[in-house]
């Protein structure tokens, strides 16, 4: 079985930056086809913010994201990463990282295209 372990959260003023990381325990026999970084904050829904196409290293970002966060993977690591900068207070929860083998029809925004997750790293962000 798979596991994901999410590292690098913590606190951050408005501004700052900080760097997550998710390595993989599968090895050389995992190759996710999706990976992505996702959000929770109390009372609202896992937010999708970055998608990773592994193989191809295609990236999408939600609007949230966009120009502030960069997704990465290091595959000589089995490590994903999620950049973060200009940090906002609103930018405050638990983060995970999230993977998938497969194509699925569903969309790479959904939690539920995907398998793999893990236990999440707590970002806050406040002066």
């Known amino acids: 079985q798979v596991q994901l372990v999410e590292s690098g959260g913590g606190t951050q003023p408005p501004g700052g930056s900080l760097l997550l990381s998710c390595v993989d325990s599968?090895?050389?026999?995992?190759?996710?086809?999706?990976m992505a970084w996702f959000r929770q904050t109390p009372g609202k829904e896992r937010e999708g913010l970055a998608v990773?196409?592994?193989?191809?290293?295609?990236?999408y970002y939600a609007d949230s994201a966009l120009r502030r966060f960069t997704i990465s993977r290091d595959n000589s690591k089995n490590t994903l990463y999620l950049g973060m900068n200009s940090l906002k207070p609103e930018d405050t929860g638990i983060y995970y990282c999230?993977?998938?083998?497969?194509?699925?029809?569903?969309?790479?925004?959904?939690?539920?295209?995907?398998?793999?997750w893990g236990q999440g790293t707590q970002v806050t962000v406040s002066s």
């Open positions: 599968g090895g050389d026999d995992f190759s996710p086809y999706y």
């Open positions: 999230a993977a998938q083998t497969q194509p699925t029809p569903v969309s790479m925004w959904s939690t539920r295209a995907y398998d793999y």
């Open positions: 990773l196409l592994a193989r191809g290293a295609a990236t």
